[in-house]
């Protein structure tokens, strides 16, 4: 579904990404590890087309990203949840998750909306409430739940994890484990190396803008750099 080959970015003049190669096949929850800094965010970032890549090349189901804007990349089936959940807090939870399908103009978006309200239902309680004044992992859930109003084939999904307690994550986690039933393949970038790699296919370990490491993802929990490194195992 998703084939990246030497990509690199930067910010200024310094370059980020030094040439990552990565594959998605379609069905897959793919996870990308690593400590902060490694440069996770920035691939997302790179593949759903808001930071600028110097070399390499993205092809999303057979058809080249490269130079495709962010919106039509969205039309394409490719969604990113960015870190930091960027929810409109001044809007209600339904008014985001209206604005995450801003494509359709069918029967299928009240559809999609309880699909949404039935993966969360704390949302459907909070439908009218201002996104703002939702906890932390609300939030994180509106997020998620907006970038699937889209309908992507692959959703980009950073951090989801990043300041929830454990019952939260583990909540959140599950949903994404989910998502092979409706046919969305997952690229989950994700510092809590333990609990990404527990629901992920297979996996990337990134340091200082490469990739280091990637293989199954049971093969990498029980691989002892990845242990003492991540797992704190």
């Known amino acids: 579904m998703l084939t990246v080959e030497g990509l690199r970015s ?17 069905g897959e929850i793919i996870a990308v590890v690593g400590a902060n800094g490694a440069g996770k965010t920035t691939l997302l970032r790179c593949l759903s087309g808001v930071q600028p890549v110097t070399a390499g090349s993205i092809v999303f189901r057979g058809e080249p990203l490269t130079g495709v804007a962010s919106h039509r990349r969205l039309a394409r089936g490719l969604a990113h949840a960015p870190e930091g959940r960027q929810i409109f807090t001044n809007l209600t939870v339904e008014e985001n998750l209206r604005l995450g399908a801003y494509l359709f103009h069918d029967d299928q978006v009240e559809r999609d909306m309880d699909d949404a309200f039935a993966m969360f239902p704390i949302l459907r309680q909070k439908r009218n409430e201002v996104a703002g ?3 932390g992992g609300q939030q994180q859930m509106l997020a998620i739940t907006r970038a699937l109003m889209g309908r992507p084939t692959c959703l980009l999904l950073d951090e989801p994890s990043m300041g929830l307690a454990p019952i939260l994550v583990d909540q959140i986690l599950g949903v994404v484990k989910d998502m092979k039933a409706l046919d969305v393949t997952v690229l989950l970038v994700e510092q809590n190396a333990f609990a990404a790699l527990s629901i992920a296919d297979r996996a990337y370990v990134m340091e200082t803008g490469r990739v280091t490491i990637s293989g199954p993802a049971q093969e990498l929990v029980e691989d002892e750099r990845i242990r003492e490194a991540y797992l704190g195992l």
């Open 10 to 26: 930067r910010y200024g003049r310094i370059e980020v990404l030094h040439g990552i190669d990565l594959e998605v096949a379609s």
């Open 133 to 135: 004044g939702l906890s």
